[in-house]
């Protein structure tokens, strides 16, 4: 009876047990629901656990020998800060400003000092470590600020031989630097853009990510010379070693994997797959690496997906999946100490409306905890480029239910699905086709790229739409094709762009991605510090590992030709991109004297001669950047007559097309590449965005939240070819804007209002801060204060930004959209 009594109770222990686990199950995803955040590209945000603010775009966190501080280095492109932080209690100990920086973050051995790298400026920085403070105590020079190419990036030490080791992006090398005497000792060339470094145990091999060559190179520290060199795949970045030395982990951004070493055999021994999905298309940005106490769990940051991958490496070559844990957006970094993780959100928890602009305001962000209460940060820029400000993840190791939770999580916050690649939501009959390859009545694409405008800037005067016309500078007045465009057809009044700025833009435009050289690098650029962040096909670290639409088009023998996209010269700059699909004397961007409405007319004049060799490709890419304007200097034409030029070109390329042979089977993409160049009361990514075809739903309103890769797909169902990345491959398609009933009323342009030969011809303060600024390339110039310029310059010098019209973030996907 006894026995009976004792095992009743015991059962009845462990049902008790079972419910409470149940019950706190339920309470965990109660909790990370009511954390959603929807993102203006479609996906979404739960995050686990506690948080930190941190600064403008966090990249590396160090964790001292014996686990008492953190430090975080906020390398964006606004004001660049070294955290230090109390490991312990959680908490920010202190914040100093670093000139310039990037990536490289190490705690010497005994934890008394800090070493970062000084980005272009060509240096490391050693802090000392005193009151729960940092102090600048010393530099290690590597070579003249700004006017030598080296860029630092990871650091190593090597505490018992007083040597430091540094990797370059710039240069493209290995330098050994002796501590005592501050000399370089050595200095390695690596023949690729490298990353970051680690010492094996015994301190007589150092590894090192070559991020832009596919390899990790081996370097013997007692020869000092190269030995090996060890195959990975696209883009290796973080690094990090078992305790033994004896396995080597490489992130490889490019291809959403891991790569695990043998250091012994120096051969790959497996590849984790740490994407969502086995096998899918580019996207994830695997970028973080850390390993558990007993080093039988790896945690995997994608900085794309939002999340962590975990695996069971304890068996290596055998390792296993655990699951997902949802944090920030766009996690670049992740660290352990004890059994707690911690990881940098290089994007914070949400996106912002910036209705003031380059003004300086207060913006509101949440609290230290991130759930919930508001708080006022002064003086911060609306500014795209820094406006969305880093955070800290700490999270508890998870146990097995809570990784269960996590990870419906992580799958409920993404649109992309496996099963999405080949079959997308849409209607029956409708000319977007529901599967890969499946006919469209469209067989002629034009893909027009303009330069970035918000939506409220251009569409914020149109009635029928969510705008603000307080904030619309380039109304109806200067854009009357656009504006009769958008009523005509279709205005989209809930389009976001993926990109933040030109630089990772057209990457974003032509690809439906930006790989984590882009992303990561383009902020020192546009901060004013120096280096090169060349997208457009131009340096091959930037490009995705599967290429632009173009690439595509070549794989599935869908003809294709280029007008300025991705060309410098007489070819473009990528390989699919030669002299037989371009057009030769079609002007570049880069040839600022030339009009957007002359380039329309050199377009007019080759495609005019392949509709007589009915010749004409399946898919056509424009460029059209006037409307990015050149600012306020004398004797430079006026914005408005830039941006007016850009609007008369749109309109006559869309009417000779809407009157030659082919208008029947034709439909015209419209974009800015991205959105930074001024304010938006809903979000600093929202845009104007035009599609225009006999097959467009005429004068209709489509709320439905689009994007940049919603657009591309929408392109890509109808040529018949595949999702390029995870994120066109989850986007909605554009069907509600299209109907099975076509009109095929041509469109005819209007003439512009005013004079597009006028100049600046005032001297005014606006005048004077544009004179200098360098407009033969994209984004050259300092966009903080270009934006500040044009809307002063337009709006008169004295004038502010009014009060903003706060709106909720729209994300309607309602069927009926009028």
Not at 183 to 202: D, F, R
Request: glycine share 8%.
């Amino acid at each position: 009876m006894k026995l009976l009594l004792t095992l009743c109770l015991y059962l009845l222990c462990i049902v008790s047990a079972w419910a409470q686990k149940k019950t706190d199950l339920t309470r965990l995803n109660a909790d990370l629901e009511a954390r959603r955040v929807m993102l203006p590209n479609g996906w979404s945000l739960t995050p686990a656990g506690r948080s930190l603010e941190l600064g403008d775009l966090p990249l590396n966190i160090a964790v001292s020998a014996d686990g008492s501080h953190l430090a975080v280095t906020n390398n964006g492109q606004g004001i660049q800060t070294i955290q230090l932080i109390d490991a312990q209690q959680e908490k920010v100990l202190h914040s100093i400003e670093i000139p310039k920086s990037f990536y490289g973050l190490k705690f010497s051995k005994n934890g008394q000092f800090l070493y970062a790298s000084g980005g272009n400026d060509n240096w490391i920085l050693k802090y000392a470590i005193a009151g729960n403070k940092l102090v600048l105590n010393d530099s290690l020079k590597l070579g003249k600020k700004m006017t030598e190419k080296i860029s630092p990036v990871g650091i190593e030490i090597d505490d018992a031989r007083n040597l430091l080791y540094v990797v370059t992006k710039e240069d493209n090398s290995l330098y050994v630097v002796d501590l005592k005497s501050k000399a370089i000792i050595h200095q390695e060339k690596l023949g690729y853009e490298a990353y970051t470094c680690v010492l094996s145990p015994n301190h007589n091999e150092l590894y090192i990510s070559l991020w832009g060559g596919k390899k990790v190179a081996v370097f013997d520290t007692d020869r000092r010379t190269l030995t090996h060199t060890i195959a990975v795949t696209y883009n290796p970045n973080e690094l990090i070693l078992n305790r033994k030395g004896t396995i080597l982990y490489v992130a490889n951004a490019g291809d959403n994997s891991v790569s695990v070493i043998d250091t012994k055999t120096r051969k790959v021994v497996e590849v984790l797959d740490a994407a969502l999905y086995p096998n899918s298309p580019a996207g994830s940005v695997t970028n973080g690496l850390a390993l558990s106490k007993e080093e039988k769990t790896l945690y995997i940051a994608n900085a794309d997906n939002n999340s962590l991958a975990v695996f069971d490496v304890s068996t290596p070559g055998k390792s296993t999946s655990k699951g997902f844990i949802p944090v920030g957006w766009y996690p670049t970094n992740v660290r352990l100490v004890g059994k707690r993780i911690f990881v940098a959100n290089g994007k914070g928890f949400t996106s912002f409306a910036n209705p003031q602009g380059p003004q300086p305001v207060s913006r509101a962000v949440r609290s230290e905890s991130h759930l919930g209460e508001v708080k006022q940060v002064n003086s911060r820029l609306q500014y795209i480029g820094s406006l969305m400000q880093g955070t800290m993840s700490i999270i508890d190791e998870p146990n097995e239910g809570t990784l269960v939770v996590y990870s419906k999580n992580v799958y409920a916050n993404t649109p992309y699905k496996k099963e999405r690649e080949l079959v997308v939501e849409g209607e029956v009959n409708n000319p977007i086709p529901m599967k890969v390859g499946d006919p469209s009545p469209i067989k002629y694409v034009f893909y027009i790229l303009k330069e970035n405008r918000t939506y409220d800037q251009v569409f914020g005067d149109i009635k029928e739409g969510n705008g603000d016309s307080t904030l619309c500078l380039f109304g109806e007045k200067y854009t009357p094709n656009q504006h009769k465009l958008a009523r005509e057809f279709v205005l989209l009044d809930n389009f976001y762009v993926d990109a933040e700025v030109s630089a990772d833009g057209h990457n974003w435009s032509m690809g439906a991605h930006a790989n984590d050289y882009l992303e990561k690098t383009w902020p020192t650029g546009y901060g004013r510090r120096g280096g090169a962040t060349e997208g457009m096909g131009r340096k091959e670290i930037a490009n995705n590992k599967d290429g632009y639409l173009w690439d595509f088009c070549k794989r599935k023998g869908v003809s294709y030709r280029s007008y300025g996209v991705f060309v410098d010269t007489d070819k473009g700059n990528i390989p699919a991109l030669d002299k037989d699909h371009v057009c030769s004397y079609f002007a570049t961007y880069y040839q600022q004297r030339v009009k957007d409405t002359t380039r329309v007319n050199q377009w007019k004049r080759d495609f005019d001669s392949l509709v007589v060799a009915k010749a004409v490709p399946a898919f056509s890419s424009i460029r059209l950047g006037a409307d990015h304007t050149q600012g306020l200097a004398v004797n430079r034409p006026t914005p408005y007559a830039c941006v007016a030029d850009n609007d008369l070109a749109v309109g006559m390329l869309v009417e000779h097309i809407s009157k030659s042979p082919i208008w029947s089977q034709s439909a015209i993409f419209i974009l800015e590449d991205d959105a930074q160049n001024g304010p938006d009361h809903v979000d600093a990514h929202r845009s104007n965005a035009l599609v225009v075809s006999p097959y467009i739903r005429r004068n209709a309103v489509d709320h439905t939240m689009y994007s940049t890769s919603g657009m591309l797909r929408t392109i890509e169902l109808i040529l018949g070819l595949p999702p390029m990345s995870q994120y066109d491959a989850g986007a909605t398609p554009m069907f509600r804007s299209f109907t099975a009933t076509p009109s095929v009323t041509p469109y005819q342009s209007v003439p512009a209002n005013i004079d597009l030969n006028a100049i600046n011809t005032a001297a005014t303060p606006s005048a004077k801060r544009s004179e200098g600024l360098d407009f033969s390339d994209v984004d050259r110039i300092d966009d903080k204060l270009f934006n500040d310029i044009l809307w002063k310059g337009l709006k008169g010098e004295d004038a502010q930004l009014p009060a903003p019209r706060r709106s909720a973030f729209v994300r309607v996907m309602a069927k009926d959209d009028d």
